[in-house]
C-alpha cells in the first residue's frame, strides 16, 4: 500500500511542473512594451470628466462624460480608434447614457430596411394560420348581465 501511494505522489509532482503557469521571466522578456503618447485626464469636483488617451501603436481613446443622468448616473459620449489585426481602421464614436451604450460605426452590422421581401416560407404559414381561423367555430360571445353595478 505505502508503494501505491508513493508511485501516486510522485506522478503528481512529475506532472506538477508540466502544467505549472509560466515562470514571470519567461514571458518578460517577450512582451512588447507600446509607449503611452498622451493620457489626459481632467477630473472636475462636480463629477465631470474628459480623457485623452494615445499610444504608440495607433491606439486613440477620446471621452467626457458628467453625472447628468436619471439619478446621478454618468452620461459618456466620445470615440476610438484601433488597426484590426487583419489591418482595417477601426472607428467608433459613441454615447452611453439611460438607453444604454450605442456605439455608431461603417464596420457596424446594419439591418435591412424595412419593409424588406418577406421569405415564400413565411407567407405560406400566414396563409395557413387565415384558412384555420376561418374554419373555426366562432366563439360565442358573452352578453354581460345587467346586475353589475359600479362600485
Same mark, same amino acid.
Given at each position: 500500500?505505502?508503494?501505491?501511494?508513493?508511485?501516486?505522489?510522485?506522478?503528481?509532482?512529475?506532472s506538477?511542473?508540466?502544467?505549472?503557469?509560466?515562470?514571470?521571466?519567461?514571458?518578460?522578456?517577450?512582451?512588447?512594451?507600446?509607449?503611452?503618447?498622451?493620457?489626459?485626464?481632467?477630473?472636475e469636483?462636480?463629477?465631470?470628466?474628459?480623457?485623452?488617451?494615445?499610444?504608440?501603436?495607433?491606439?486613440?481613446?477620446?471621452?467626457?462624460?458628467?453625472?447628468?443622468?436619471?439619478?446621478?448616473?454618468?452620461?459618456?459620449?466620445?470615440?476610438?480608434?484601433?488597426? &484590426? /489585426?487583419?489591418?482595417? +481602421?477601426?472607428?467608433?464614436? =459613441? #454615447?452611453? %447614457?439611460?438607453?444604454?451604450?450605442?456605439?455608431?460605426? @461603417?464596420?457596424?452590422?446594419? &439591418? /435591412?430596411?424595412?419593409? +424588406?421581401?418577406?421569405?415564400? =416560407? #413565411?407567407? %405560406?404559414?400566414?396563409?395557413?394560420a387565415?384558412e384555420? @381561423?376561418?374554419?373555426?367555430?366562432?366563439?360565442?360571445?358573452?352578453?354581460?348581465?345587467?346586475?353589475?353595478?359600479?362600485p
Open positions: 500500500m505505502f508503494l501505491v501511494v508513493l508511485a501516486a505522489l510522485a506522478s503528481v509532482a512529475a506538477a511542473t508540466q502544467y505549472a503557469p509560466p515562470r514571470p521571466d519567461s514571458y518578460e522578456t517577450s512582451r512588447e512594451y507600446i509607449p503611452i503618447l498622451k493620457d489626459n485626464r481632467v477630473q469636483d462636480d463629477g465631470r470628466y474628459n480623457l485623452d488617451v494615445e499610444t504608440g501603436n495607433g491606439i486613440l481613446l477620446s471621452q467626457s462624460g458628467a453625472p447628468d443622468g436619471p439619478e446621478g448616473a454618468v452620461i459618456k459620449a466620445g470615440e476610438y480608434s484601433y488597426t &484590426a /489585426p487583419d489591418g482595417t +481602421h477601426v472607428h467608433v464614436k =459613441f #454615447v452611453a %447614457d439611460e438607453n444604454g451604450y450605442q456605439p455608431q460605426s @461603417d464596420l457596424l452590422p446594419v &439591418a /435591412p430596411e424595412f419593409p +424588406h421581401p418577406i421569405p415564400q =416560407f #413565411v407567407l %405560406d404559414q400566414i396563409a395557413k387565415a384555420e @381561423d376561418a374554419t373555426r367555430r366562432p366563439i360565442k360571445e358573452s352578453v354581460p348581465s345587467g346586475t353589475y353595478r359600479a
